[in-house]
């Protein structure tokens, strides 16, 4: 009924406005969180992110336990199993922008204070 409710052009508009999220929250934490593919151009529909740069004993486990603190859902963690210590962010087309940045602020935050060791997130 989803895809019936909107239509071919309807359903082209929400796959556009999903792949649109996953590109803004990539491009909006470089810098802040590694994106191992990045480089290779727009993702589609999810953002992948890894571990790289955590101290010694910090881990994807630590930012979702973090993000679960701040009020989020935390994002897949461990997959895609060739990504060592992976997050996937797969945000909807229905997510605004508002709700983005929010996001976007939260795992930032999580992730500096992972980054310098923050005992509180363990």
């Given at each position: 009924s ?5 239509g ?32 290779s151009?727009p ?30 859902h935390p ?34 935050s ?6 310098q060791?923050?005992?509180s997130l363990?």
């Open positions: 989803y895809i019936m409710s909107h071919a052009d309807g359903l082209r508009q929400v796959a556009e406005d999903a792949v649109l999220n996953a590109n803004y929250v990539l491009r909006s934490l470089e810098g802040t969180l590694d994106a191992p593919f990045a480089a151009g993702c589609m529909h999810e953002a992948l992110f890894s571990d790289e740069g955590f101290p010694d004993g910090f881990s994807t486990l630590d930012v979702a336990k973090g993000l679960i603190d701040e009020g989020f994002m897949t963690v461990y997959f895609p199993l060739v990504v060592h210590g992976a997050m996937l962010i797969e945000p909807t087309e229905t997510e605004s922008k508002a709700a983005l940045d929010q996001f976007i602020g939260a795992l930032a999580v992730a500096r204070r992972a980054k060791g923050d005992p363990k």
